[in-house]
């Protein structure tokens, strides 16, 4: 699972994670005192950013246990991960910013957003089964 593409993958999306994160503590923060940006979707701009800074970590901790563990249930956890930060924070950071963007419209997500968390708690799961496969086996 050491492949390029899957490193290339978490290069990106940390890259993203931090930069995202530097626009809303600096550039959306300023943006509180014209209304455009309200302090909850301040926070939760903030929340898609760190989850999926802590998410992009995992994906690469999957990426090195991957030769450890031989198990596809990893391989399932990495794509959870992804697909988790790819619902989950992508609909928050356009919930979040969609007056100032002037997409209402945006609202659509809303439920899209639970469906990024069940993703991550699925990769957290197949992680643990994982772990208890390898157990099991010694």
């Known amino acids: 699972m050491l492949s390029s593409k899957y490193l290339m993958v978490v290069g990106f ?12 503590a600096h550039a959306l923060k300023a943006q509180l005192e014209t209304g455009l940006i309200s302090l909850n979707e301040l ?24 030769d450890k563990l031989q198990s596809k249930s990893l391989k399932s956890a990495y794509w959870c991960f992804f697909l988790g930060i790819l619902f989950f924070s992508g609909s928050l950071y356009l919930l979040s910013t969609r007056h100032l963007l002037g997409a209402e419209w945006l609202r659509f997500l809303g439920p ?27």
């Open 13 to 24: 999306s940390g890259a993203m994670a931090v930069g995202l994160g530097a626009l809303g």
């Open 43 to 66: 926070n939760a701009f903030d929340t898609a950013s760190k989850y999926q800074l802590f998410h992009t970590l995992a994906m690469f901790g999957m990426i090195l246990l991957h």
């Open 112 to 138: 899209v957003t639970p469906l990024g968390g069940l993703f991550f708690m699925a990769g957290w799961l197949l992680l643990a089964f994982s772990m208890f496969k390898k157990v099991k086996a010694q």
